[in-house]
């Protein structure tokens, strides 16, 4: 097992590229099921995600390429095992999104129940009623979905909730299911933008991309295609935060601003120096102590809740006081323990914590939990004084790409060591 040992205090300056989206090529990767001829993805990140996805198509008969270039070439056209087991599944949820293509290409898909995870329960109830209503018969057993169907058909589909992953099982079902697909209440993250742009390409059509409507009109087939992921948001929003919160000055190239307009408008609230210019966003602080902020989160285009652990590490060392209030997932406040301990002033009333900024915390020896709450960790342990270390560091190795590299070039003291 690994560890991170960061040693605090030093304002990150120098300028860092950002990854491809994680949440962009999961369900990209898993879009290549539904293609005769191979998909090539340039841009994807370095991610234990994205390899846990590569193992699951391989599991089910894909074939890939990993090209000089750090694109991945996948072949996932003739697949020989139309299940995805609980070894590979309960280790990254997002596997659920191979059930929409399989079921629309092969007519019949076995998936594990991902279960429940660190961060909430997390159901998926929604992808499976959707899946229905277009057709699918789908059993619930031994905590397997067994799910079948000759001929996905075309449906109006209401979601009740707003889920990222359930929009983009259904658009990727509706491709080639048998007439018109509308899907109302659609999530609208830029994520899901990313997989229907790489959908057109392969051949499906699709309109109100962007919006709370989609709709999908079925095709006979799809093909393979060449496609670029997006900026992974998530991790360029982490590393300004890492520079806010250490009074820093940094660069990052390879982004796309508007993704990203109310983590810069919230940094901007907390002091930040802000300019963005084409693909780059530049954040200073000359040495400032942030200011509070109220957070919020909301589905898209509100605060991500993927962002509410690095800015609770924020607003813990922040002049004044705030509240940040979760309202996506029920449980995503792992990091505040670990937060205390490195001497925060952090109160949990339900689904709100209440933060009283405090002038510095103390390096301790920290647990990760979950990605985005280790990032946290992360980023306090920057901002400490004396030594942070995180053990778990796995969770990180999900979602971001050569941390420790990234946060040397910065200027960090960190280093990853071998219990
Ligand atoms: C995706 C992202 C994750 C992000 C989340 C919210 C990927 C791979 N993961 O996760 O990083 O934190 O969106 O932006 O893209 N829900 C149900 N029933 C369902 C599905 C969801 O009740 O069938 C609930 C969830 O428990 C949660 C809410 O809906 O409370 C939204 O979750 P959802 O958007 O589905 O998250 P994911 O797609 O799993």
Redesign the pocket.
């Known amino acids: 097992m690994y560890k991170l040992v960061i040693k605090g205090g030093i304002p990150l300056s120098g300028t860092i590229k950002s990854a491809g989206s994680?949440?962009s090529s999961?369900?990209i990767l898993f879009a290549s099921i539904l293609a005769d001829s191979p998909l090539t993805l340039k841009n994807t990140p370095y991610l234990s995600d994205v390899s846990t996805t590569l193992r699951l198509l391989m599991d089910m008969g894909a074939e890939f390429v990993l090209e000089s270039d750090g694109s991945v070439c996948v072949d996932s056209s003739k697949l020989n095992n139309l299940s995805a087991d609980y070894e590979l599944v309960k280790t990254m949820?997002?596997s659920i999104?191979s059930l929409g293509p399989m079921l629309a290409k092969y007519g019949e898909a076995k998936i594990s129940l991902p279960g429940g995870c660190a961060i909430?329960?997390?159901?998926?109830?929604?992808?499976?009623k959707a899946l229905e209503e277009l057709g699918a018969t789908i059993m619930v057993k031994n905590g397997y979905i067994y799910a079948e169907s000759d001929n996905l058909v075309g449906a109006t589909i209401d979601f009740d909730?707003?889920?990222?992953?359930?929009t983009?099982n259904i658009v990727m079902a509706a491709t080639l299911a048998k007439g018109t697909t509308i899907i109302n209440n659609a999530?609208q993250?830029p994520?899901i933008t990313d997989l229907i742009n790489c959908l057109k390409l392969m051949g499906a059509n699709i309109s109100g991309t962007g919006t709370s409507t989609l709709t999908i009109e079925g095709v006979e087939t799809l093909s393979g295609a060449t496609y670029t992921v997006c900026p992974d948001r998530?991790e360029v929003g982490t590393y300004l935060v890492a520079a806010a919160i250490t009074g820093g000055s940094i660069t990052i190239k390879n982004c796309d601003p508007k993704d990203l307009r109310v983590v810069l408008d919230k940094l901007t609230d907390s002091g930040a120096n802000i300019v963005t210019e084409g693909d780059t966003i530049s954040l200073s602080m000359d040495g400032k102590r942030p200011t509070s902020v109220n957070i919020k989160t909301s589905?898209?285009p509100n605060f991500?809740?993927?962002m509410q652990a690095q800015f609770t590490a924020l607003n813990a060392i922040a002049d004044s006081s705030s509240t940040v209030t979760e309202t996506?997932?029920?449980n995503r406040f792992m990091h505040i323990p670990e937060l205390l301990r490195m001497g925060a002033d952090l109160t949990l009333e339900g689904n709100t914590v209440v933060c009283r900024g405090v002038k510095s915390l103390t390096g301790a020896n920290l647990m990760a939990t979950d990605l985005?709450a280790s990032a946290s960790l992360v980023l306090a342990g920057l901002a400490a004084k004396g030594t942070t270390t995180i053990d778990r560091v796995y969770h990180l190795d999900r979602g971001y790409e050569t941390i420790e590299e990234k946060l040397k070039s910065l200027g960090a003291q960190i280093e990853r060591v071998q219990d």
């Open positions: 994680k949440n999961l369900p949820r997002a999104l909430g329960t997390r159901p998926v109830n929604l992808h499976l909730q707003v889920s990222v992953t359930a983009e999530a993250e994520e998530i589905a898209y991500p809740t993927d996506i997932f029920e985005r």
